[in-house]
């Protein structure tokens, strides 16, 4: 559902990505995982196409993120690192606006504007404005602006960043949920989340794919580096897979 094929992307002299290619397959979840600074959120927002790379190919379904842009961004929800929210509008005004926006109206605004609200469980801070939101709750809310379009392939960078324990588990039971019938794709650096949630890791460090496949695959490859137990957690294979370009002195 997402082909990404050797992916550079550069700010000035420098280069954030260095040319990575990995997939997503449909109604999979793939965890970017890496440390700060590896080029999560510069990947995630050339997917976007709020970023234009500067070279390599991206496609959706078989769409071209810069030849088709717009057809790629019906397709997609996306949840930045920063939930976009205006701070005066009620969660109602906020997700009715998003989701009219993106084309809805009628029946099928009303249809999906009780869809996100039940399905995010921000039904007790409907009417509440959304400066007045706990971070979690902005989170949800972000979400759901995410998802009101009912969009094939969720986009999210670092979604359960700064949330309690409780809250992290509702969002990933709906993430999990999500994958049933939609291809998602979402960044963060914390291993148990990768590990709870996706059935497919991407590793990144500092711009460069450091290893891809799932969380046995990994394992088997990082055993084979030598410097490992027997059976690695997932934080050893992290940091077995990072040692190699540290000693190389590269940025980690
Ligand atoms: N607009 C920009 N101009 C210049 N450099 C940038 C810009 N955006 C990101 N960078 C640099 O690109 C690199 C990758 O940044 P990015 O935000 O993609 O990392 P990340 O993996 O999302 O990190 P984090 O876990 O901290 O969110 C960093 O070194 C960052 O400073
Ligand atoms: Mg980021």
Same mark, same amino acid.
């Given at each position: 559902? $997402?082909?990404?094929?050797?992916?550079?992307?550069?700010?000035?002299?420098?280069?954030?990505?260095?040319?990575?290619?990995?997939?997503?397959?449909?109604?999979? $979840?793939?965890?970017?995982?890496?440390?700060?600074?590896?080029?999560?959120?510069?990947?995630?927002?050339?997917?976007?196409?709020?970023?234009?790379?500067?070279?390599?190919?991206?496609?959706?379904?078989?769409?071209? #993120?810069?030849?088709?842009?717009?057809? &790629?961004?019906?397709?997609?929800?996306? %949840?930045?690192?920063?939930?976009? /929210?205006?701070?005066?509008?009620?969660?109602?005004?906020? /997700?009715?606006?998003?989701?009219?926006?993106?084309?809805?109206?009628? *029946? =099928? #605004?009303?249809? @999906? /504007?009780?869809?996100? *609200?039940?399905?995010?469980?921000?039904?007790?801070?409907?009417?509440? @404005?959304?400066?007045?939101?706990?971070?979690?709750?902005?989170? *949800? &809310?972000?979400?759901?602006?995410?998802?009101?379009?009912?969009?094939? &392939?969720?986009?999210?960078?670092?979604?359960? =960043?700064? /949330?309690?324990? %409780?809250?992290?588990?509702?969002? @990933?039971?709906?993430? @999990?949920?999500? =994958?049933?019938?939609?291809?998602?794709?979402?960044?963060?650096?914390?291993?148990?989340? &990768?590990?709870?949630?996706? +059935?497919?890791?991407?590793?990144?460090?500092?711009?460069?794919?450091?290893?891809?496949?799932?969380?046995?695959?990994?394992?088997?490859?990082? *055993? +084979?580096?030598?410097? #490992?137990?027997?059976?690695?957690?997932?934080?050893?294979?992290?940091?077995?897979?990072?040692?190699?370009?540290?000693?190389?002195?590269?940025?980690?």
């Amino acid at each position: 559902m $997402i082909q990404v094929q050797s992916l550079t992307m550069r700010y000035g002299a420098f280069e954030a990505l260095k040319g990575i290619s990995f997939e997503v397959p449909e109604r999979q $979840i793939l965890g970017l995982l890496g440390p700060n600074g590896a080029g999560k959120t510069t990947a995630m927002r050339i997917l976007t196409t709020y970023l234009c790379p500067t070279s390599g190919t991206v496609k959706v379904n078989g769409l071209d #993120i810069l030849k088709q842009a717009d057809q &790629v961004r019906k397709l997609i929800g996306y %949840l930045p690192e920063t939930a976009p /929210l205006y701070p005066d509008m009620t969660a109602e005004e906020y /997700l009715t606006f998003v989701g009219q926006a993106r084309g809805l109206q009628g *029946r =099928s #605004i009303r249809e @999906r /504007l009780e869809w996100t *609200r039940e399905a995010c469980q921000i039904k007790t801070v409907w009417k509440h @404005r959304l400066s007045e939101l706990s971070k979690g709750y902005r989170q *949800r &809310v972000g979400l759901a602006q995410a998802l009101i379009h009912d969009p094939k &392939v969720l986009i999210l960078d670092e979604p359960t =960043s700064g /949330l309690d324990p %409780l809250q992290i588990i509702g969002i @990933r039971e709906l993430i @999990r949920e999500l =994958s049933r019938e939609k291809t998602i794709l979402f960044s963060t650096h914390i291993l148990s989340e &990768v590990e709870a949630m996706a +059935g497919k890791i991407v590793i990144i460090n500092a711009g460069r794919l450091v290893a891809q496949g799932t969380p046995n695959e990994l394992a088997e490859e990082v *055993r +084979g580096l030598g410097e #490992i137990q027997p059976n690695p957690s997932l934080e050893d294979i992290f940091i077995g897979f990072l040692k190699p370009q540290a000693k190389r002195g590269e940025h980690v």
